[in-house]
Structure formats: structure tokens, C-alpha cells
């Protein structure tokens, strides 16, 4: 029983009305697993992290969460889940502690313990300090991790994490994700959305990108660069020059492997950046800006969702 996944779904759709918002994805979580969803706005991750949390029920297809069905065991599934919404729901009129033992009494742990899990936490998430604050005093940075340090009262098996760095500066998205890093090192499993790509890169081991409702790639994030992109990205940029018609001035794909032309830059796509660039000077391109770098996930995102905004 303990090598089952821990998030099974075959074939899982959720439709509102006549919109289909998940459209007969399939995908197993293991135990121990950092499992992320990439996607642009309305491709469907955030609904179906609301199936697996057993707050909205599906529409369609085979679900099982912790080896249980949510249409008929949703309450002892959601009492073994650690949940961070991705909208604020810290009670501001409390303390930061009081957050964190009123929400343990939710399940049903004593009131002795669950002081003892609340200052335990609030160390973990380094917020012990401001135990007795109210809630309205935190930066946003610190809502987030005391959000974190709520999710975890309950010792959950599985926890789900929307969008958890949204709207932070970057010194506190690094401080929410070392707090993150702690705990995939202590082997608990967590499913994360998120549309940073690098956040992607450090948290997760496996992660799938959607797509209109579908699961259009998934694998581990080198495995997605190395099937979707190439080793290296070449960015260069001109002045005067009709970036449009640079690619054909590169001529040939034995050294540039695919070329994207945007609004300020032409990007080149290749297994070897100095190589490329030597290639580019011999070709009589002369850039007044260079960077040669590696391929990333945002690279892979943007080739198979594209740069066009989706509302």
C-alpha cells in the first residue's frame, strides 16, 4: 500500500458550465515527491489542485488522494492535507500564535499540543519572535511563511501550495522557498503551482506544464530543457538592424538550431553558445549587445505555451 502514489488521476476532467477548465489529464504524486504545475493563467492548474484538495469535485475521470475517493472521503482526506491558498486567509485579528493553535483545535488537537506545534512551527518558519504580534504587522513576505507554518500543524502527508511566492519581493520569495527546500530535504511530499520558472527549477523533482486544460509536457526539469530547448541560449541585440532578417543571415541549422526573433532581441537556440557566437561575427553580424547563457525552464515554458498573453 505505501507504493501507491499518493495522488492517482486517470482521464480527470472539471468543467464549469460549458468551459472545460481540466480536460482528461492523467498523473500519479509519489510519497516524498515535489510535484509542480506550470502553466499560463487558465490553463487548468488551479483547478485541479482544488480536486485534489477535495474542495471542488470533479467533473469527470478517476481521482484517488491518499489512496481514498474525495466524492465519498473528502473530510479524511482534507484532515491529512497542509494547504497554502494562494489567497490570504490569516485571520488578522489574532495573533500570530493564536493563527496557529486555533487552527489546530480544528483538528482536534488537544489545546496543550497544539501551543506546543504552533511555537515549534513558528521556529521552523524563523517567525518566533513575532508570536504574539497581530497578524496586520507582518510584512507579506512573513504572512506567507506564518501561512506555510498553519499548513503544517497538522503533520499532513500531502501538502498543496498555490501560487506561494506571488506578490513577494525577492528577498522573501528566497526566504519562503529555503523554508520549502527544509522540508522536501525531510522528505515530505507537496504539490506546488507556480508561474515563476526558477522557483519551478529549485523546488521540484517532477513537474507537469498545461495547456488549455492539458498536460502538454512533464518530466523532470532537465529532462523538460533537454527534450524542448538546447543547452544554450545566445541573445543578441542590435541597433539599426531589421532583427527579422537576421536569422536568415546566420544560414544554416548546424550550428543554430532554432532562432526566435522578439521586439528587442533575436534568440538563438544552441547546443554550443561560443560556438554560435563565433558563428554570428563570421556571418558579418556585429550585436551591440551579447549574452550567452544556459537553457531554462522558462525557455521550455514559453516554447510550448508561447509569449501571447491568456486572460
Not at 510519497?31 to 469527470?60: D, H, Q, W, Y
Not at 473528502?74 to 490569516?90: C, H, M, S
Not at 533537454?226 to 548546424?254: C, I, K, N, Q
Not at 515554458?301 to 509569449?307: C, D, I, T, Y
Amino acid at each position: 500500500m505505501c507504493d501507491r502514489p499518493l495522488v492517482f488521476a486517470r482521464g480527470l476532467v472539471k468543467r464549469f458550465g460549458e468551459r472545460v477548465a481540466v480536460d482528461g489529464i492523467d498523473l500519479e504524486v509519489q510519497r516524498g515527491e515535489a510535484f509542480g504545475f506550470l502553466g499560463p493563467n487558465g490553463a487548468g492548474k488551479s483547478s485541479t489542485m482544488r480536486m485534489i484538495g477535495c474542495v471542488s469535485p470533479p467533473s469527470g475521470g478517476t481521482l484517488r488522494v491518499l489512496d481514498m475517493d474525495p466524492a465519498r472521503q473528502g473530510r479524511l482526506i482534507r484532515a491529512r492535507l497542509g494547504v497554502v491558498p494562494q489567497e490570504e486567509t490569516l485571520d488578522p485579528e489574532l495573533t500570530v500564535e493564536d493563527n496557529l493553535v486555533i487552527y489546530a483545535r480544528y483538528f482536534g488537537i488537544p489545546y496543550r499540543h497544539a501551543h506546543r506545534k504552533a511555537a515549534e512551527m513558528l521556529d521552523f518558519v524563523q517567525l518566533s519572535e513575532r508570536a504574539a504580534d497581530k497578524v496586520d504587522l507582518l510584512s507579506g513576505g512573513m504572512k506567507r511563511r506564518l501561512t506555510i507554518a498553519r499548513s503544517l500543524v497538522n503533520d499532513p502527508e500531502l501538502i498543496l501550495l498555490d501560487e506561494p511566492t506571488t506578490g513577494l519581493d525577492p528577498q522573501a520569495r528566497h526566504l519562503v522557498w529555503e523554508r520549502l527546500f527544509r522540508l522536501k530535504q525531510q522528505g515530505v511530499t507537496f504539490l506546488i503551482t507556480t508561474h515563476y520558472m526558477d522557483e519551478a527549477e529549485q523546488l521540484c523533482d517532477r513537474l507537469v506544464v498545461m495547456d488549455s486544460g492539458r498536460i502538454v509536457a512533464s518530466g523532470s526539469p532537465r529532462q523538460l530543457i533537454e527534450r524542448y530547448s538546447t543547452r544554450d541560449v545566445v541573445e543578441l541585440r542590435f541597433r539599426g538592424e531589421d532583427l527579422s532578417a537576421v536569422p536568415a543571415r546566420l544560414d544554416g541549422r548546424a550550428v543554430v538550431e532554432r532562432a526566435e526573433v522578439l521586439a528587442d532581441r533575436v534568440l538563438l537556440y544552441v547546443e554550443d553558445g561560443d560556438v554560435a557566437l563565433a558563428h554570428v561575427h563570421d556571418r558579418g553580424l556585429r550585436p551591440s549587445g551579447v549574452l550567452v547563457r544556459r537553457s531554462t525552464l522558462e525557455d521550455v515554458f514559453l516554447r510550448l505555451a508561447g509569449r501571447s498573453l491568456v486572460d
